[in-house]
């Protein structure tokens, strides 16, 4: 039985964006806009739902590898290969 697909996706998070939006940019990496603001880990965590939700997968499928306190961050995904997230994310 094959592993599960995983991709590492690097994102660049504006927190207090006003509204959760998730984008493919042409270099392969996300910006993400997020409505939480940068407090006590709430943007990170709304950052880990928005990713989920645009590209299918549960939250808890999404980890912050890199980037805790940084505007610049390191995504982890399980259940979704480079090509699925092209995929859904250009469909959306």
């Given amino acids: 039985m094959p592993p599960d697909p995983s991709v590492t996706l690097r994102v660049r998070l504006t927190p207090r964006g006003g509204r959760d939006e998730v984008r493919l940019l042409d270099d392969g990496s996300l910006a993400v806009r997020v409505a939480a603001p940068p407090v006590e880990g709430r943007a990170n965590e709304a950052l880990r739902k928005a ?42």
């Avoid at 808890?60 to 979704?80: A, D, F, H, M």
Wanted: proline residues 2%; charged residues 30%.
């Fill in 51 to 92: 990713v989920a939700k645009a590209l299918g997968v549960a939250p808890s499928r999404v980890t912050l590898v890199r980037g805790e306190r940084s505007r610049e961050k390191t995504l982890n995904v399980e259940g979704i290969d480079a090509a699925g997230v092209r995929a859904r994310l250009a469909a959306g």
